[in-house]
């Protein structure tokens, strides 16, 4: 079992730059994903990034691409999504997860962090 901590996330305008993070502790292993999702308000979740935790290779949504990097601090076990040029369609509970994959899938996720609120303002 691997467990997630999040810390990060509140209000900010748009145009601006916020960081979230994700420490994990417990059984982490070489070829396991970290990934982050979002869950606008009225919603489904959906894929924001994934890393892969063996060799820090990334994966990112379409809509994400360019404005956001996840990325990784080995030393604290600590997987970053560095977000900037933030929009207000960017508004939603972030969730960092790890799990096998394929990065995009949210059933390849199976120990989810606790979730952290982003809102962006006008």
């Known amino acids: 079992q691997v467990q997630l901590d999040q810390t990060g996330g509140g209000l900010v305008q748009a145009g601006s730059s916020l960081n979230l993070s994700c420490s994990a502790s417990?059984?982490?292993?070489?070829?396991?994903?970290v990934g982050w999702f979002r869950r606008p308000p009225g919603k489904e979740r959906e894929f924001v990034g994934a890393?892969?935790?063996?060799?820090?290779?990334?994966t990112y949504a379409d809509s994400v691409k360019g404005r956001f990097i996840v990325s990784r601090e080995n030393a604290k076990n600590t997987v970053y999504l560095q977000m900037t040029s933030l929009k207000p369609e960017d508004t939603a509970v972030y969730y960092c997860?790890?799990?096998?994959?394929?990065?995009?899938?949210?059933?390849?996720?199976?120990?989810w962090g606790q979730g952290t609120q982003v809102t962006v303002a006008p």
């Open positions: 997860a790890a799990g096998v994959g394929p990065p995009a899938w949210i059933k390849g996720y199976t120990n």
């Open positions: 417990g059984r982490t292993h070489r070829t396991m994903l």
């Open positions: 890393l892969r935790w063996g060799d820090g290779g990334t």
